[in-house]
């Protein structure tokens, strides 16, 4: 395999976006990251979305969008995984450059969920439609009973997943790209409206647009591009059985552990090696269960990690300095491109006030439905 | 790049398949293209799929058809390009084998349309939704301008469209999966109602259910599952401008052109070396199109080839043999895996009554929308 460098980074501010279009959004991003490198070519385009069948009625979003940025006739496809679309999409992209069939690869996420669609019907697709959505439960529901079995287990408590959203929203803050630049407290999330108990409405990550976009190119040549270019020491894909009930533990996310063991064993890496990691908080929980399944923190202390300082900014491995799902924003597709964005500002020393200092080697998950897709990169400093 | 084969294949039979849901249909074709070759361990999977969310509310297929299949945990994402689904995931599965980073990856389209959606709706979310479906054109009436066209500038007649109607529907009769397994008359197309004036209902491909999967390795470890492995020569893949209003001349499919081009530049071969070919007849003008595109005819003289005989079995270059989406069905994610694997069969001297004499090298093109996303694969006996 040939080595593979990021080289470019571009991405929208995520938020309620009304006056931007799906096409927008996506030649926003896409051409922010093509002036990042003073390319003006490209050998093929990749972009993760989940759903923008759903949310816009638009399939075959490829050239559509190929054609948005003037690039008619540059191979364009549609990578499609739920939540971890964009992580799929980035992964796609990597095995392209890899296998030397080309150089210049966009590895793009989009998403317009504010237009109008049910955004809970058409999020409940990335569920069993048969043995879940059909009977009504929705993702709020289906991470409820995740955070109940982990509480159960774990002695997880209600403070400890609010505590994930705090710390999240202290980095989201400093975030010029988030959603929700503000500080919330423990009582605030404590007392938000109960959405599916124990998760309220401060535990749930919100609708969002946005688009995010990475120029991935062989290592060799990626100085022709920046200055600071960041390699992709692994990716690791895994998926676990759709429904919450086939899994045997639904507080242990199976498919985070294999993808990140897989990861890891492509890098050479283990968990203690990860200095900054961006993973999939699209519920408080969430970010408890992965942080534990991608071995960042002990079994069953995900909650006490985000309570006591351990995952925050300054402490042993900050997670989730863009602010997360929960705080910068999920439009789902985009979710993943913007992670890997996030890892590549800190390895290059550009993350501003939510710098790790120093921070060489970082990590981004990224998950679909309840845990049935897990996709991890792991980026160093090239 | 490492060298790529296909070594085992499997599909359902084309058609209403009322008493078979989406997994059903994943299942039967792809543990048919395992058993082929004894394996069962996959290092990834990814199906081509249009609009499993408009069709049956199922988006994230990946992990729920790798569980239907006890894959639970394999790598599984979708791939989407409207019609071209297929052709989209078999060129992804291509590169992550030719990258090293896999040996053994399925690659499947599935598509489930007789389900109760409106699958004319459904459909057209592969136009541009701004410009062209919330006007109101559906994709005969696009197909419909794109026939216009060609008559208008080279004199095609209507009995010239018919003929390739009927060229594979003779073709289809000869085939075991194909869903109307039935010859029609010239007089037959030419009297049924009429959908888009000048395309009349046998000028369309049908509404159908079906799945197709092909299992690649590297070339080098093909002999282990097959005596008759085939060798994937060529991926190239081209878009165009989504709306029809915007291209230069809507008679002239230049994502085609440039997808062969890309195709017969990387195989370092011509339109002279194909023997038999596979290509996208979602309406019969269609495949007057893309044959002239392809190189395989002279240009403006698609229509002819399909009246003398030229795209014929027995004829200078056979051109969908199996039937093509008319007569052998179209269930639109599974139709570019399903081209490939007639192509497999043709190589292999499987095919039976509808076997090209020796053939060697076959191609195959798969096309989503009016033409804006085309990939196209060249096969080689290995």
Known sequence: MREVAIVGAGMTRFGELWQSSLRDMF?????????????????????????????VKQEHIGPLLAGEIGMSGVPAVRVESACASGGAALRTAFFEVASGASDLVL???????????????????????ETEAYNGITFPGLYAMIARAH????????EELAQVAVKNHVHGALNPNAQFRRKITAEQVMGSALVAAPLRMLHCSPVSDGAAAVLLCPLDR???????????LASG???AAMALADREDPAFLGAVQQSAQR??????LGPGDIQVAEVHD????????????????????GGEAARNGYTSLGGRVPVNTSGGLKSKGHPVGATGIAQAIEICE???????????PDAKIGLCQNMGGSGASSVVHILGRA
């Open 107 to 129: 590895a793009a996420g989009v998403e317009k969920m504010t237009d109008g669609a049910d955004v809970t019907d058409v999020l409940a697709m990335a569920a069993d439609q």
């Open 263 to 268: 990861a890891y064993d492509m890098a050479g």
């Open 346 to 356: 800190q390895l290059r020393g550009t993350a501003g006030e939510r710098q790790v």
């Open 222 to 232: 990626a100085k022709e591009f920046t200055d600071r270019p960041v390699k992709i």
């Open 27 to 55: 030649a926003e991003a896409a051409l922010a990251a093509l002036e990042q490198t003073g390319e003006a070519r490209l050998d093929a385009i990749y972009i993760g979305n989940m759903a923008a069948g759903g949310f």
């Open 151 to 158: 509480m159960e287990r774990h002695g997880t408590t209600e």
């Open 237 to 239: 894909m895994a998926t």
């Open 282 to 301: 699209c519920f408080s929980i969430a970010e408890i269960c992965c942080t534990e399944a991608l071995g960042l923190v002990e079994n069953g202390r």
